[in-house]
């Protein structure tokens, strides 16, 4: 049965290359300050049609309270008694940065050295495509039952999904849930996902003058509002580019896999000679520590700028949140530190965005154990345990509003897939491979 399935996935790669060109065409940004609303309908039509046609007959398009569309449907199995497998992705991407970032057109799916590049073709379209390949190569022979959820606004991070659940729990109630948002250690090496970090997004604003003031005249005494925050921004890290917040403990370590340092370094794309950050090694900087990034400042550009102390400055801060580590506890201890970093007596005001808590799977029941046989068939190799350090609120959702399920989180993005950075990829050997064990999965899966 094995080998029956790979041949068939197999079979239909190049037609999958083809779907996933009109999935990637579709600029399915959440945001109609940036893209018009309609490209995430296609999208989501495009998502509904594929899933009604395998047998998902009820495949609808349900409204979610942040106003994105999430696609929902099920698929009943061959009787009472089989268990229920919610498959999970996500069909909204992240902005495409500075297009002339790209080497290709970010939304024209594109053959660059034996990987497809485009915007989302990792993260997470190459998922659904993933899905819809295992699902073809059973046609109807799977003994489960089915349900789905494609989502429409994950990268905006404005729960419309989470609310979704909370507001109709039986709706997506299932066995076992696949979310499939994240991925492998590298390209042929399978990874479940077992750990997620939470996340802090603050807006901290700054404000020192009533408006800007000449450099000249008054430079000197008067305070610069971009110094300030410059100031406060720089507190966050030492001198070795650990995360130094106060009261947030920097001392974790990481139990699972590791990470080689010369691994992260061309994963990363770090440039010869720039240090690793931190003084743990790097699984345990990037899996079981908090982080904080600066990701953008509204401050007068180099072009453009003139001779004036600046009256008001603002940054955005994301802060990451391991396993054990209260999210909202990060965040008032963040707050706090930027209040009391901030100097002169400058004007502060600091704007929570999002808070999400961290997740932790479980990975004794028979769905986790089922899975990675699974993938270990289908790649011929051994799956491992890793971390994650980005986040994904839906999961303490799901586990809190079904606490018996068992959540498996795993996925096509691998570190080459560049996601949410220009250039993003996906290897067609993982939507492959995965796509094979998946329908194994679903094949052999009994509670």
Same mark, same amino acid.
């Given at each position: 049965?094995?080998?029956?399935?790979?041949?068939?996935? =197999? !079979?239909?790669?190049?037609?999958?290359?083809?779907?996933?060109?009109?999935?990637?065409?579709?600029? !399915?940004?959440?945001?109609?300050?940036?893209?018009?609303?309609?490209?995430?309908?296609?999208?989501?039509?495009?998502?509904?049609?594929? +899933?009604?046609?395998?047998?998902?007959?009820?495949?609808?398009?349900?409204?979610?309270?942040?106003?994105?569309?999430?696609?929902?449907?099920?698929?009943?199995?061959?009787?009472?008694?089989?268990?229920?497998? #919610?498959?999970?992705?996500?069909?909204?991407?992240?902005?495409?940065?500075?297009?002339?970032?790209?080497?290709?057109?970010? +939304?024209?799916?594109?053959?660059?050295?034996? $990987?497809?590049?485009?915007?989302?073709?990792?993260?997470?379209?190459? &998922?659904?495509?993933?899905?819809?390949?295992?699902?073809?190569?059973?046609?109807?022979?799977?003994?489960?039952?089915?349900?789905?959820?494609?989502?429409?606004?994950?990268? /905006?991070?404005?729960?419309?999904?989470? $609310? +979704?659940?909370?507001?109709?729990?039986?709706?997506? *109630?299932?066995?076992?849930?696949?979310?499939?948002?994240?991925?492998?250690?590298?390209?042929?090496?399978?990874?479940?996902?077992?750990?997620?970090?939470? #996340?802090?997004?603050?807006?901290?604003?700054?404000?020192?003058?009533?408006?800007?003031?000449?450099?000249?005249?008054?430079?000197?005494?008067?305070?610069?509002?971009?110094?300030?925050?410059? @100031?406060?921004?720089?507190?966050?890290?030492?001198?070795?580019?650990?995360?130094?917040?106060?009261?947030?403990?920097?001392?974790?370590?990481?139990?699972?896999?590791?990470?080689?340092?010369?691994?992260? *370094?061309?994963? @990363?794309?770090?440039?010869?000679?720039?240090?690793?950050?931190?003084?743990?090694?790097?699984?345990?900087?990037?899996?079981?520590?908090?982080?904080?990034?600066?990701?953008?400042?509204?401050?007068?550009?180099?072009?453009?700028?003139?001779?004036?102390?600046?009256? *008001?400055?603002?940054? $955005?801060?994301?802060?990451?949140?391991?396993?054990?580590?209260?999210?909202?506890?990060?965040?008032?201890?963040?707050?706090?530190?930027?209040?009391?970093?901030?100097?002169?007596?400058?004007?502060?005001?600091?704007?929570?965005?999002?808070?999400?808590?961290?997740?932790?799977?479980?990975?004794?029941?028979?769905?986790?154990?089922? +899975?990675?046989? %699974?993938?270990?068939?289908?790649?011929?190799?051994?799956?491992?345990? #890793?971390?994650?350090?980005?986040?994904?609120?839906?999961? &303490?959702?799901?586990?809190?509003?079904?606490?018996?399920?068992?959540?498996?989180?795993?996925?096509?993005?691998?570190?080459? %897939?560049?996601? =949410?950075?220009?250039?993003?990829?996906?290897?067609?050997?993982?939507?492959? &491979?995965?796509?094979?064990?998946?329908?194994?999965?679903? /094949?052999?899966?009994?509670?």
């Amino acid at each position: 049965m094995s080998d029956g399935i790979r041949d068939s996935i =197999h !079979s239909m790669m190049p037609a999958a290359r083809g779907e996933l060109a009109e999935l990637v065409s579709f600029r !399915s940004v959440a945001d109609p300050r940036q893209f018009p609303p309609e490209e995430c309908a296609k999208a989501a039509e495009w998502v509904r049609d594929r +899933f009604a046609a395998l047998g998902f007959d009820d495949a609808r398009l349900a409204m979610t309270p942040d106003g994105s569309q999430a696609v929902i449907g099920s698929r009943p199995g061959p009787g009472s008694g089989a268990p229920t497998v #919610l498959l999970y992705a996500h069909y909204d991407v992240q902005p495409p940065l500075e297009e002339s970032a790209w080497g290709t057109p970010p +939304f024209e799916l594109t053959d660059v050295g034996g $990987r497809w590049a485009g915007r989302g073709a990792a993260d997470c379209k190459g &998922n659904i495509l993933m899905h819809l390949l295992a699902l073809r190569a059973l046609g109807d022979d799977i003994p489960v039952n089915l349900k789905l959820v494609v989502e429409g606004s994950e990268e /905006q991070g404005t729960g419309g999904l989470e $609310r +979704f659940v909370e507001a109709n729990p039986e709706t997506l *109630r299932a066995d076992t849930i696949l979310v499939c948002d994240t991925g492998n250690a590298a390209v042929g090496r399978p990874a479940t996902t077992v750990t997620l970090r939470g #996340l802090v997004n603050v807006v901290v604003r700054v404000e020192a003058l009533a408006s800007e003031i000449h450099s000249g005249m008054f430079g000197g005494p008067a305070p610069d509002a971009l110094a300030a925050l410059v @100031a406060a921004l720089a507190s966050l890290r030492n001198a070795d580019g650990s995360t130094t917040i106060d009261g947030l403990s920097r001392d974790e370590t990481w139990s699972g896999e590791q990470y080689a340092p010369e691994h992260f *370094r061309a994963d @990363a794309g770090m440039l010869d000679g720039v240090d690793l950050l931190g003084d743990g090694d790097v699984a345990d900087e990037l899996w079981a520590r908090p982080a904080v990034t600066i990701l953008g400042i509204d401050c007068p550009p180099v072009v453009g700028s003139t001779a004036s102390i600046v009256a *008001r400055a603002a940054a $955005r801060l994301n802060l990451r949140v391991p396993p054990g580590m209260s999210a909202h506890d990060a965040r008032d201890a963040l707050v706090a530190h930027l209040r009391a970093h901030v100097p002169w007596n400058v004007k502060v005001e600091v704007e929570t965005e999002a808070v999400g808590e961290p997740f932790k799977a479980a990975t004794d029941g028979p769905a986790y154990r089922g +899975f990675t046989d %699974a993938m270990r068939s289908a790649y011929g190799v051994e799956p491992s345990m #890793l971390g994650q350090g980005g986040s994904i609120p839906l999961c &303490n959702v799901f586990a809190d509003t079904y606490p018996k399920a068992e959540i498996i989180l795993m996925g096509v993005e691998e570190p080459l %897939a560049l996601i =949410h950075a220009p250039n993003e990829s996906v290897d067609p050997t993982e939507i492959e &491979n995965l796509a094979v064990a998946e329908a194994l999965f679903l /094949q052999a899966y009994r509670t």
